[in-house]
Protein backbone atom coordinates (compact mmCIF):
# COMPACT_ATOMS: atom_id res chain seq x y z
CA UNK A 1 0.00 0.00 0.00
CA UNK A 2 1.40 3.23 -1.14
CA UNK A 3 0.01 4.91 2.57
CA UNK A 4 2.09 2.35 4.35
CA UNK A 5 5.27 3.27 2.14
CA UNK A 6 4.70 7.37 2.89
CA UNK A 7 3.98 6.79 6.61
CA UNK A 8 7.38 4.46 6.44
CA UNK A 9 9.39 6.76 5.14
CA UNK A 10 8.00 9.92 6.95
CA UNK A 11 9.47 8.29 10.21
CA UNK A 12 12.99 8.12 8.36
CA UNK A 13 13.14 11.28 7.00
CA UNK A 14 12.11 12.66 10.50
CA UNK A 15 14.59 10.35 11.75
CA UNK A 16 17.41 11.40 9.58
CA UNK A 17 20.37 13.60 10.97
CA UNK A 18 23.73 14.18 9.49
CA UNK A 19 26.16 16.52 9.31
CA UNK A 20 28.33 14.72 6.54
CA UNK A 21 28.55 16.13 3.55
CA UNK A 22 28.48 12.68 1.49
CA UNK A 23 25.41 11.43 3.51
CA UNK A 24 23.47 14.47 2.82
CA UNK A 25 24.21 13.81 -1.32
CA UNK A 26 22.60 10.20 -0.47
CA UNK A 27 19.97 11.18 1.25
CA UNK A 28 19.42 13.81 -1.79
CA UNK A 29 19.97 10.92 -4.30
CA UNK A 30 17.37 8.08 -2.43
CA UNK A 31 14.52 10.76 -2.11
CA UNK A 32 14.72 13.60 -4.18
CA UNK A 33 16.83 12.21 -7.40
CA UNK A 34 15.09 11.97 -10.83
CA UNK A 35 15.03 8.27 -9.71
CA UNK A 36 14.63 8.37 -6.19
CA UNK A 37 12.17 7.36 -4.00
CA UNK A 38 9.32 10.39 -4.36
CA UNK A 39 9.30 9.95 -8.12
CA UNK A 40 8.63 5.99 -7.86
CA UNK A 41 5.35 7.14 -5.17
CA UNK A 42 4.62 9.77 -7.69
CA UNK A 43 5.02 7.08 -10.84
CA UNK A 44 2.82 4.36 -9.15
CA UNK A 45 0.38 7.31 -7.83
CA UNK A 46 -0.81 7.62 -11.04
CA UNK A 47 -2.47 3.77 -11.24
CA UNK A 48 -4.55 4.35 -8.07
CA UNK A 49 -8.27 4.90 -8.33
CA UNK A 50 -9.73 8.15 -8.40
CA UNK A 51 -10.99 8.17 -5.06
CA UNK A 52 -7.62 7.43 -3.46
CA UNK A 53 -5.97 9.67 -5.02
CA UNK A 54 -7.94 12.30 -3.32
CA UNK A 55 -6.82 11.58 -0.09
CA UNK A 56 -3.82 10.17 -1.33
CA UNK A 57 -2.70 13.01 -3.98
CA UNK A 58 -2.55 15.73 -0.30
CA UNK A 59 -0.70 13.50 1.77
CA UNK A 60 2.05 12.50 -1.30
CA UNK A 61 2.48 16.43 -1.44
CA UNK A 62 3.46 16.69 2.13
CA UNK A 63 5.43 14.05 2.18
CA UNK A 64 7.59 15.61 -1.18
CA UNK A 65 7.60 19.07 1.03
CA UNK A 66 8.63 17.33 3.87
CA UNK A 67 11.87 15.64 2.34
CA UNK A 68 12.89 18.61 0.31
CA UNK A 69 12.41 21.03 3.81
CA UNK A 70 14.62 18.40 5.31
CA UNK A 71 17.58 18.33 2.72
CA UNK A 72 17.44 22.64 2.84
CA UNK A 73 17.74 22.42 6.58
CA UNK A 74 20.74 19.91 6.72
CA UNK A 75 22.53 21.67 3.73
CA UNK A 76 22.23 24.89 5.94
CA UNK A 77 23.97 23.92 8.49
CA UNK A 78 26.21 21.88 6.86
CA UNK A 79 29.65 21.94 8.03
CA UNK A 80 32.43 23.21 5.49
CA UNK A 81 33.08 20.47 3.17
CA UNK A 82 36.42 19.07 1.26
CA UNK A 83 36.42 21.17 -1.40
CA UNK A 84 36.78 24.23 0.27
CA UNK A 85 39.69 26.75 1.71
CA UNK A 86 40.09 24.83 5.28
CA UNK A 87 40.38 21.56 4.12
CA UNK A 88 42.15 20.03 6.66
CA UNK A 89 42.23 22.25 8.88
CA UNK A 90 41.70 22.17 12.82
CA UNK A 91 39.78 25.04 13.70
CA UNK A 92 40.23 24.64 17.07
CA UNK A 93 43.79 25.06 17.11
CA UNK A 94 45.41 28.71 18.47
CA UNK A 95 45.51 30.78 16.17
CA UNK A 96 49.27 32.30 15.22
CA UNK A 97 50.21 34.42 17.49
CA UNK A 98 51.14 38.51 17.26
CA UNK A 99 55.26 38.65 16.74
CA UNK A 100 55.82 41.91 19.46
CA UNK A 101 58.13 44.24 18.20
CA UNK A 102 60.94 45.46 20.40
CA UNK A 103 62.67 48.31 21.33
CA UNK A 104 65.74 49.88 19.89
CA UNK A 105 69.17 48.95 21.91
CA UNK A 106 70.15 52.78 22.34
CA UNK A 107 66.16 53.25 23.24
CA UNK A 108 66.97 51.13 26.14
CA UNK A 109 69.43 52.40 27.29
CA UNK A 110 68.53 56.20 26.62
CA UNK A 111 65.59 54.94 28.53
CA UNK A 112 67.33 53.48 31.78
CA UNK A 113 69.59 56.45 32.04
CA UNK A 114 66.63 58.76 32.23
CA UNK A 115 65.20 56.73 34.93
CA UNK A 116 68.46 56.63 37.18
CA UNK A 117 68.80 60.38 36.87
CA UNK A 118 64.69 61.06 37.34
CA UNK A 119 65.33 59.20 40.95
CA UNK A 120 67.62 61.94 41.55
CA UNK A 121 65.33 64.95 40.98
CA UNK A 122 66.21 65.65 37.04
CA UNK A 123 64.02 66.50 34.24
CA UNK A 124 64.28 65.62 30.51
CA UNK A 125 64.87 68.76 28.16
CA UNK A 126 65.27 68.57 24.41
CA UNK A 127 66.55 71.22 22.05
CA UNK A 128 66.88 71.39 18.40
CA UNK A 129 69.16 69.51 15.95
CA UNK A 130 69.76 72.49 13.77
CA UNK A 131 71.50 75.21 15.85
CA UNK A 132 73.12 78.38 15.23
CA UNK A 133 76.76 79.33 16.49
CA UNK A 134 75.27 80.75 19.21
CA UNK A 135 74.13 77.97 20.74
CA UNK A 136 76.26 75.15 19.80
CA UNK A 137 79.62 77.12 20.27
CA UNK A 138 80.00 80.89 21.17
CA UNK A 139 77.52 80.48 24.05
CA UNK A 140 79.47 77.51 25.46
CA UNK A 141 83.02 79.84 25.76
CA UNK A 142 84.33 77.83 22.39
CA UNK A 143 87.45 80.20 20.94
CA UNK A 144 86.69 81.49 17.56
CA UNK A 145 89.63 79.66 16.36
CA UNK A 146 88.65 76.44 17.95
CA UNK A 147 89.24 73.47 15.77
CA UNK A 148 85.52 71.84 16.62
CA UNK A 149 84.05 74.91 14.61
CA UNK A 150 86.04 73.60 11.48
CA UNK A 151 83.97 72.41 8.45
CA UNK A 152 86.12 68.67 9.54
CA UNK A 153 83.70 68.08 12.05
CA UNK A 154 80.59 70.41 11.73
CA UNK A 155 77.87 69.78 9.08
CA UNK A 156 77.12 73.32 8.31
CA UNK A 157 74.01 74.48 6.88
CA UNK A 158 74.70 77.71 6.14
CA UNK A 159 78.26 78.81 6.54
CA UNK A 160 78.93 82.65 7.65
CA UNK A 161 76.53 85.40 6.74
CA UNK A 162 74.82 88.53 8.58
CA UNK A 163 73.22 86.41 11.09
CA UNK A 164 75.71 83.59 11.60
CA UNK A 165 76.53 80.34 10.90
CA UNK A 166 73.71 77.81 11.13
CA UNK A 167 74.95 74.03 11.82
CA UNK A 168 73.60 70.28 12.72
CA UNK A 169 74.64 70.11 16.24
CA UNK A 170 77.63 68.89 16.82
CA UNK A 171 77.01 68.02 20.69
CA UNK A 172 74.01 68.45 23.37
CA UNK A 173 75.49 70.93 25.69
CA UNK A 174 73.65 73.01 23.17
CA UNK A 175 70.63 71.93 25.32
CA UNK A 176 72.20 73.49 28.05
CA UNK A 177 72.51 77.05 26.69
CA UNK A 178 68.68 76.63 26.00
CA UNK A 179 67.69 75.96 28.72
CA UNK A 180 69.71 78.35 31.20
CA UNK A 181 68.88 81.51 28.89
CA UNK A 182 64.76 80.32 28.70
CA UNK A 183 65.09 79.74 32.94
CA UNK A 184 66.23 80.99 36.38
CA UNK A 185 68.08 78.29 38.45
CA UNK A 186 68.02 75.68 39.99
CA UNK A 187 68.28 73.76 36.63
CA UNK A 188 68.29 69.80 37.09
CA UNK A 189 68.05 68.34 33.86
CA UNK A 190 69.28 65.53 31.34
CA UNK A 191 68.66 66.08 27.63
CA UNK A 192 69.10 63.37 25.40
CA UNK A 193 68.94 63.58 21.90
CA UNK A 194 70.93 63.10 18.12
CA UNK A 195 73.88 64.77 17.29
CA UNK A 196 76.40 64.91 13.85
CA UNK A 197 79.59 65.21 13.25
CA UNK A 198 81.21 65.14 9.72
CA UNK A 199 83.40 61.95 10.15
CA UNK A 200 83.81 58.95 8.02
CA UNK A 201 81.36 56.38 8.66
CA UNK A 202 83.31 53.20 10.43
CA UNK A 203 82.64 50.22 13.08
CA UNK A 204 84.13 52.96 15.52
CA UNK A 205 82.92 56.10 13.97
CA UNK A 206 79.74 57.76 12.54
CA UNK A 207 78.16 60.67 11.25
CA UNK A 208 75.39 60.77 13.98
CA UNK A 209 75.49 59.15 16.99
CA UNK A 210 73.49 60.25 20.56
CA UNK A 211 74.32 62.10 23.51
CA UNK A 212 72.73 62.40 27.20
CA UNK A 213 73.56 65.87 28.59
CA UNK A 214 73.11 66.48 32.14
CA UNK A 215 73.31 69.55 33.58
CA UNK A 216 72.50 70.75 37.55
CA UNK A 217 72.43 74.45 38.53
CA UNK A 218 72.06 75.92 41.78
CA UNK A 219 74.13 77.36 44.78
CA UNK A 220 76.82 75.67 45.96
CA UNK A 221 77.30 73.10 43.73
CA UNK A 222 79.94 71.48 43.59
CA UNK A 223 82.67 69.39 42.34
CA UNK A 224 81.97 66.60 45.16
CA UNK A 225 78.55 66.78 43.94
CA UNK A 226 79.46 65.93 40.49
CA UNK A 227 81.68 63.41 41.60
CA UNK A 228 78.74 61.80 43.81
CA UNK A 229 76.25 61.94 41.01
CA UNK A 230 77.85 60.13 38.90
CA UNK A 231 79.45 57.49 40.96
CA UNK A 232 75.49 56.63 41.94
CA UNK A 233 74.65 56.54 38.39
CA UNK A 234 77.36 54.31 37.58
CA UNK A 235 75.94 51.76 40.57
CA UNK A 236 73.00 51.91 38.98
CA UNK A 237 73.81 51.22 35.50
CA UNK A 238 76.85 48.70 35.57
CA UNK A 239 75.93 47.64 39.19
CA UNK A 240 77.53 47.63 42.42
CA UNK A 241 81.33 47.64 42.71
CA UNK A 242 81.60 49.53 39.31
CA UNK A 243 85.10 51.06 40.19
CA UNK A 244 85.46 55.32 38.69
CA UNK A 245 88.15 57.62 37.98
CA UNK A 246 88.40 61.12 37.43
CA UNK A 247 91.41 62.38 34.76
CA UNK A 248 91.76 65.68 34.45
CA UNK A 249 90.39 67.32 30.63
CA UNK A 250 89.70 70.14 28.87
CA UNK A 251 86.45 71.46 27.46
CA UNK A 252 85.78 74.96 26.52
CA UNK A 253 82.52 74.98 28.20
CA UNK A 254 83.73 73.48 32.17
CA UNK A 255 86.46 74.36 34.28
CA UNK A 256 87.95 72.12 35.59
CA UNK A 257 86.75 69.46 33.20
CA UNK A 258 87.82 65.94 33.76
CA UNK A 259 87.08 62.61 31.62
CA UNK A 260 85.74 59.67 34.22
CA UNK A 261 86.36 56.22 33.42
CA UNK A 262 84.67 53.18 34.94
CA UNK A 263 86.35 49.70 35.67
CA UNK A 264 86.14 47.58 32.29
CA UNK A 265 82.63 45.88 32.55
CA UNK A 266 83.83 43.21 30.44
CA UNK A 267 87.18 42.13 32.45
CA UNK A 268 86.45 43.68 35.16
CA UNK A 269 89.58 45.23 35.54
CA UNK A 270 91.68 42.30 34.53
CA UNK A 271 92.62 44.00 31.02
CA UNK A 272 90.72 42.57 27.74
CA UNK A 273 90.86 43.94 24.14
CA UNK A 274 87.89 46.40 24.99
CA UNK A 275 89.79 48.53 27.24
CA UNK A 276 92.97 47.62 25.74
CA UNK A 277 94.14 45.84 28.94
CA UNK A 278 94.23 49.08 30.70
CA UNK A 279 91.12 48.32 33.13
CA UNK A 280 89.58 51.46 32.41
CA UNK A 281 87.07 52.75 29.90
CA UNK A 282 86.30 56.25 29.46
CA UNK A 283 82.39 56.84 29.37
CA UNK A 284 81.94 60.53 29.98
CA UNK A 285 83.06 64.43 29.94
CA UNK A 286 82.42 66.10 32.75
CA UNK A 287 83.15 69.55 34.74
CA UNK A 288 82.24 72.49 36.54
CA UNK A 289 80.34 74.74 34.15
CA UNK A 290 82.71 77.71 33.65
CA UNK A 291 81.50 80.94 34.91
CA UNK A 292 81.25 82.53 31.66
CA UNK A 293 79.05 79.89 30.26
CA UNK A 294 76.41 81.12 33.04
CA UNK A 295 76.79 84.31 32.23
CA UNK A 296 76.57 84.36 28.66
CA UNK A 297 72.86 82.61 29.74
CA UNK A 298 72.23 85.52 32.04
CA UNK A 299 73.11 84.03 35.03
CA UNK A 300 74.99 85.22 37.73
CA UNK A 301 78.23 83.24 38.31
CA UNK A 302 78.88 84.93 41.73
CA UNK A 303 75.76 83.65 43.22
CA UNK A 304 75.33 80.42 41.23
CA UNK A 305 77.89 77.47 40.05
CA UNK A 306 76.88 74.36 38.32
CA UNK A 307 77.89 71.04 36.85
CA UNK A 308 77.78 69.10 33.41
CA UNK A 309 78.59 66.34 31.86
CA UNK A 310 78.05 64.84 28.34
CA UNK A 311 77.87 60.79 27.17
CA UNK A 312 77.62 59.22 24.05
CA UNK A 313 74.87 56.82 24.45
CA UNK A 314 76.45 54.31 21.65
CA UNK A 315 79.50 53.66 23.91
CA UNK A 316 77.20 52.89 26.95
CA UNK A 317 75.20 50.56 24.60
CA UNK A 318 78.56 48.88 23.18
CA UNK A 319 79.74 48.35 27.37
CA UNK A 320 76.74 47.30 28.11
CA UNK A 321 75.51 44.96 25.20
CA UNK A 322 78.98 44.15 23.51
CA UNK A 323 78.02 45.09 20.24
CA UNK A 324 81.26 46.12 18.37
CA UNK A 325 80.35 47.63 15.17
CA UNK A 326 78.61 50.96 15.55
CA UNK A 327 76.87 50.87 12.46
CA UNK A 328 74.71 48.26 13.43
CA UNK A 329 72.54 50.58 15.85
CA UNK A 330 71.47 52.31 12.18
CA UNK A 331 71.52 49.69 9.42
CA UNK A 332 67.69 48.59 10.62
CA UNK A 333 68.56 44.70 10.52
CA UNK A 334 65.69 43.43 12.52
CA UNK A 335 67.66 40.04 13.15
CA UNK A 336 70.15 42.74 15.55
CA UNK A 337 67.50 44.76 16.80
CA UNK A 338 65.23 42.07 18.13
CA UNK A 339 67.69 40.32 20.42
CA UNK A 340 67.27 43.52 23.33
CA UNK A 341 63.74 42.52 23.59
CA UNK A 342 63.71 41.45 27.45
CA UNK A 343 67.41 42.95 28.15
CA UNK A 344 65.84 45.92 29.91
CA UNK A 345 62.03 46.65 29.82
N1 LIG B 1 79.97 68.11 24.65
C1 LIG B 1 81.02 67.15 24.88
C2 LIG B 1 81.25 66.31 23.65
O1 LIG B 1 80.42 66.29 22.78
C3 LIG B 1 80.69 66.24 26.03
C4 LIG B 1 80.67 66.96 27.31
C5 LIG B 1 81.84 67.08 28.06
C6 LIG B 1 79.51 67.55 27.78
C7 LIG B 1 81.84 67.73 29.27
C8 LIG B 1 79.53 68.22 29.00
C9 LIG B 1 80.71 68.30 29.73
O2 LIG B 1 78.44 68.80 29.49
O3 LIG B 1 80.70 68.95 30.94
O4 LIG B 1 82.25 65.65 23.55
Not at 131 to 151: G, I, K, V, Y
Not at 236 to 242: Q, R
Not at 281 to 301: A, K, T, Y
Request: glycine share 8%; net charge negative.
Amino acid sequence: MLQDQITQYTQEINAFSTENAEELEQFRIRFLGTKGIIKDIFDEFKAVSPEEKRTLGKVLNEFKQLAEAKYLSLKANEPVTGDQKTAGMDLTLPGNGIELGARHPLALVRREIVDIFNKLGFIVAEGPEIEDDWHNFSALNFPEEHPARDMQDTFFIRKGGESGDIALRTHTSSVQVRMMEAGKPPFRALMPGRVYRNEAISARAHCFFHQVEGLYVDENVSFADLKQTLFYFVQELYGEGTKVRFRPSYFPFTEPSAEMDISCTICKGAGCQLCKYSGWVEILGCGMVDPNVLENCGIDSKKYSGFAFGMGIERIANLKFEIRDLRLFSENDARFLKQFKTSLI
